[in-house]
């Protein structure tokens, strides 16, 4: 059974940066795409970031590009998201998803169960 585990929300201010970890399980990924998708309030959930388990490309959304990075730890089966230069718009519960390559998390597999970030002016 797949598991992914975020950790590393909070609460910080605007400027200040957080690094996210999704600690997934249950299977093997090397076919998958790894990624984050956000939530804020009376929002709809949306893209943030994904990376290719195996080759480790990477690909973000235009409201983060520059200031977020996405990574893995193979060894670990951990996936980062490192954010920085954070803004109150970047407030919102973080998923982390699991999906497999061909699909491109349209839509993801496997979900966690979200961490919360907010982002104080």
């Known amino acids: 059974q797949v598991q992914l585990v975020e950790s590393g929300g909070g609460l910080v201010q605007a400027g200040g940066s957080l690094r996210l970890s999704c600690a997934a399980s249950?299977?093997?990924?090397?076919?998958?795409?790894m990624g984050w998708f956000r939530q804020a309030p009376g929002k709809e959930r949306e893209f943030v970031a994904h990376?290719?388990?195996?080759?480790?490309?990477?690909y973000y959304a235009d409201s983060v590009k520059g200031r977020f990075t996405i990574s893995r730890d193979n060894a670990k089966n951990t996936v980062y998201l490192q954010m920085n230069s954070l803004k109150p718009e970047d407030t919102a519960v973080y998923y982390c998803?699991?999906?497999?390559?061909?699909?491109?998390?349209?839509?993801?597999?496997?979900w966690g169960q979200g961490t919360q970030v907010t982002v104080s002016s």
């Open positions: 998803a699991a999906g497999p390559m061909f699909r491109l998390l349209r839509p993801p597999d496997y």
């Open positions: 249950g299977r093997t990924f090397n076919n998958y795409v």
């Open positions: 990376i290719m388990w195996s080759g480790g490309s990477t």
